[in-house]
């Protein structure tokens, strides 16, 4: 069975740094693009990242380029975030997903999803 | 970035109703779309990619049409576990992906 589970969230002041994990387990973690989707409370759907099979690609939303970093460590078959310079509107539950498809081929369509991890900023 | 918008935003509709949402986007996307459903405190499942491919394990009374600019996601006979909230996303632009804002089904 296909499971992600992300962790690492948690409240953090306006300015400040969190890292956030995803554990993957379930299927060949090493094979897939990744990808993190957020999502404020109480609003809809918002794409942040994006990570190759191999990890030697990333692509990020406008809206975090320069302060977030998408990495993963196959042999730990785990994706990471890592945020910096973090503003009120960063607030949101983080989920990552795995692309639909297999190996060097990207669809940029999500088929799991982690049970999502809230980061709040707040003073 | 190309803007997603959906329709209507929210719809009222009884067990057995047939449901459709139209998803528009602000230019061509080809058949670069996906539907996800979700739940309230639950993560979006995939249902449709690619404008009318049914997800493995996606009930058959869900099916999508379209392409270039105009979609549409229908269900044909409205079960009690599809109330949710359904949204689409264009993956067209990548990495500038995008989601409408989601159109709410509720029991009427």
């Known amino acids: 069975e296909v499971q992600l589970v992300e962790s690492g969230g948690g409240l953090v002041q306006p300015g400040g740094s969190l890292r956030l994990s995803c554990a993957a387990s379930g299927f060949t973690f090493s094979s897939y693009a990744m990808h993190w989707v957020r999502q404020a409370p109480g609003k809809g759907l918002e794409y942040v990242s994006a990570i190759s099979s191999n990890g030697g690609s990333t692509y990020y939303a406008n809206s975090v380029k320069g302060r977030f970093t998408i990495s993963r460590d196959n042999s730990k078959n785990t994706l990471y975030l890592q945020m910096g310079s973090l503003r009120a509107e960063d607030m949101a539950v983080y989920y990552c997903?795995?692309?639909?498809?297999?190996?060097?081929?990207?669809?940029?369509?999500?088929?799991?999803w982690g049970q999502g991890t809230l980061v709040t900023v707040s003073s | 970035d190309i803007q997603m918008t959906q329709s209507p935003s929210s719809v009222s509709a009884s067990v057995g109703d047939r449901v459709t949402i139209t998803c528009r986007a602000s230019q061509g996307i080809s058949s670069w779309l996906a539907w996800y459903q979700q739940k309230p405190g639950k993560a979006p499942k995939l249902l449709i990619y690619a404008a009318s491919s049914l997800q493995s394990g996606v009930p058959s009374r869900f099916s999508g049409s379209g392409s270039g600019t105009d979609f549409t996601l229908t269900i044909s006979s409205l079960q009690p576990e599809d109330f949710a909230t359904y949204y689409c996303q264009q993956a067209n632009s990548f990495p500038l992906i995008t989601f409408g804002p989601g159109t709410k089904v509720d029991i009427k």
């Open positions: 997903a795995r692309d639909l498809g297999y190996s060097s081929s990207w669809y940029n369509y999500f088929d799991y």
